[in-house]
């Protein structure tokens, strides 16, 4: 007998991680079907989506009250959808504001919920827990750490190892030859790699700052400029953004540009864990709205932003935050690391613990088998 699974992931790395899932859920038994919110990789799986992710990539709490009558209405059709299909299981990929909030709906109606990646509440929501603890049965979550705090808060949670680690793992890389040769790269010249977001509002807002901070750094450590545009993001934003044609945009090859890039500065968020996996020094930059910075900095009670940096336990890349995206402050940074070979080779050789911290573990496995025995377990 076929059971429907509402799965909810709205971004593009919920996207991915989710696309895995699927997959490996479907290994396991074919009739699981799978409806939500998700994007083009996990309806290449077979999910039926009833929302795009790219409807749903708005941050912060500014942006999240512009779209609340939008967001209501998703949550009602998704809720009508579950109703009419009698779906008894839910499986949450991240994106907390949206899944927390649906979750507690999901719930009375007696919906058995999964959380596969958590919200950071560690760092700016420990109120959110106790909401955690009553709604969800199960937590499985991607850093070793947060199975302890979830555990110390009495939430059944496991750590199924990092999905990134097995997507890295098994990514079938371009030499840099090849990537130089298929977008007519520059061999003389190192790669500046940019990362501006994947969201609209946050290339407008980081673009152009990081952009003319990379221009400084290109003129005086003689690099060429490519922009990484994520899926979310269409090529004509950057442009319109930034009129300028001395750089270059690559879409699709963003793991490629990290693993031959000489140097970042990239958007936090995943992209600043999957560059540090790649072993690519850089500088993580963060920019939102000034009423979502005010609320968030009280909130936040960790010294740093950058999962790198928070998995380390130190601070081993520049954090410019707010008001501190500005080029010269990032070229200030840069120029210290860059015109230092003993500190650029230090950072590279602290990224690479990153790999022993988070292990080798298939997450995407280890939770379709666990989510797999609680439904069997529950039907």
Not at 19 to 36: H, M, P, Q, R, V
Not at 37 to 51: D, P, Q, R, T, V
Request: proline share 3%; net charge positive.
């Amino acid at each position: 007998m076929m059971k429907s699974v509402l799965i909810i992931a709205g971004e593009a790395s919920g996207d991915l991680h989710g696309a895995a899932l699927i997959k490996e859920l479907k290994k396991l038994d074919s009739d699981l079907n799978f409806y939500g919110i998700g994007g083009n990789k996990m309806k290449s799986n077979g999910m039926e989506l009833i929302y795009h992710s790219d409807r749903m990539s708005f941050l912060g709490f500014v942006e999240v009250v512009k779209h609340l009558p939008f967001i209501r209405k998703v949550q009602k059709e998704l809720l009508d959808e579950v109703k009419i299909r009698k779906t008894k299981f839910a499986i949450l990929i991240d994106y907390p504001g949206f899944n927390i909030s649906i979750a507690k709906k999901l719930k009375a109606l007696g919906v058995e919920i999964f959380y596969y990646i958590s919200p950071q509440v560690w760092a700016w929501g420990k109120g959110r827990v106790k909401k955690i603890r009553k709604l969800v049965s199960k937590m499985l979550v991607v850093f070793p750490f947060e199975e302890n705090f979830y555990k110390e808060k009495n939430v059944d949670a496991e750590f199924v190892g990092h999905p990134l680690i097995r997507e890295l793992i098994e990514y079938n890389y371009l030499s840099k030859n090849e990537l130089i040769n298929k977008f007519g790269l520059l061999p003389d010249k190192e790669i500046l790699l940019l990362l501006p977001g994947s969201r609209k509002h946050e290339v407008k807002d980081i673009f152009p700052a990081i952009y003319e901070a990379a221009q400084n750094i290109a003129q005086k450590f003689n690099f060429q400029i490519v922009v990484a545009c994520a899926s979310s993001v269409d090529e004509s934003l950057l442009r319109e953004t930034v009129k300028e044609n001395d750089y270059k945009i690559i879409s699709g090859y963003t793991y490629d540009l990290m693993k031959h890039s000489k140097f970042g500065i990239i958007k936090s968020g995943t992209s600043t864990l999957e560059a540090g996996l790649l072993n690519l020094p850089m500088i993580i930059v963060y920019k939102a709205s000034a009423l979502t910075y005010f609320i968030g900095k009280n909130l936040v009670k960790l010294d740093n932003i950058g999962i790198v940096n928070i998995l380390l336990g130190k601070t081993l890349l520049p954090e410019l935050i707010q008001n501190d995206v500005k080029s010269e402050k990032i070229f200030q940074e840069a120029e210290k690391i860059l015109s230092n070979t003993e500190k650029y080779n230090s950072i590279k050789t602290e990224l690479n613990k990153l790999h022993e911290i988070l292990g080798n573990k298939n997450a995407a496995e280890n939770a379709a088998r666990i989510i797999y025995d609680l439904i069997n377990e529950k039907s």
